[in-house]
């Protein structure tokens, strides 16, 4: 027969391996990438408008799937169609919220620049999580598009540069043309 505290023992081990592991998980930090990295990781560069967003439960109804549809207006790498249908993790379905915070999110009708890798299974996804996802927003007043939320540098980091996503997600515009621009120096 178990004494109590052999008892505990057992179920005290298991606890603190578990807490441990999600401390270390909620003090991660995400790796930023340059846009030449994300360039050149991409297996497809984009920027065009978002026509549908659908949200589903995977067949195993353990996770949230966004399937949103993309109709280019231009690539500057790669060519994946008059349709890109690029797969997030979560997603909304009814009530339930399926949130994974390092991955990006779209609305119909909103215009994006993308950086998208096809994975060995064939679903598109965006490279780099939501860094390789920008929205372009249109000045009223000039009419001049702009990349924003364009938040990477183009140096390269070092080995030990490690951001957190508040760091990167510090929003900042870039004429489109200027973007595009720089996107294809990194492409030759």
Not at 128 to 147: A, H, L, P, S, Y
Not at 149 to 155: D, H
């Amino acid at each position: 027969m178990k004494t109590q505290s052999q008892r505990i023992g057992w179920i005290t081990l298991p606890l603190m391996m578990v807490m441990i592991h999600f401390t270390s998980v909620c003090f991660a930090q995400e790796k930023g990438f340059t846009t030449q990295q994300m360039a050149n990781q991409s297996t497809s560069i984009l920027y065009g408008k978002c026509t549908k967003v659908e949200s589903a439960w995977t067949k195993e109804k353990d996770m949230i799937m966004t399937t949103v549809t993309i109709v280019p207006e231009y690539y500057l790498k790669g060519d994946l169609g008059t349709e890109v249908t690029v797969t997030v993790p979560g997603g909304q379905v009814d009530d339930i919220i399926y949130e994974i915070s390092e991955m990006p999110t779209f609305r119909r009708g909103e215009e994006v620049f993308t950086f998208l890798w096809v994975h060995p299974t064939g679903k598109t996804l965006v490279t780099g999580g939501f860094q390789g996802k920008m929205e372009i927003v249109e000045d009223k007043v000039t009419g001049i598009r702009t990349v924003a939320g364009r938040q990477l540098s183009t140096s390269t980091p070092r080995r030990t540069d490690a951001i957190t996503s508040d760091q990167v997600r510090r929003e900042r515009r870039i004429p489109l043309e200027e973007f595009t621009s720089e996107i294809k120096g990194y492409l030759k």
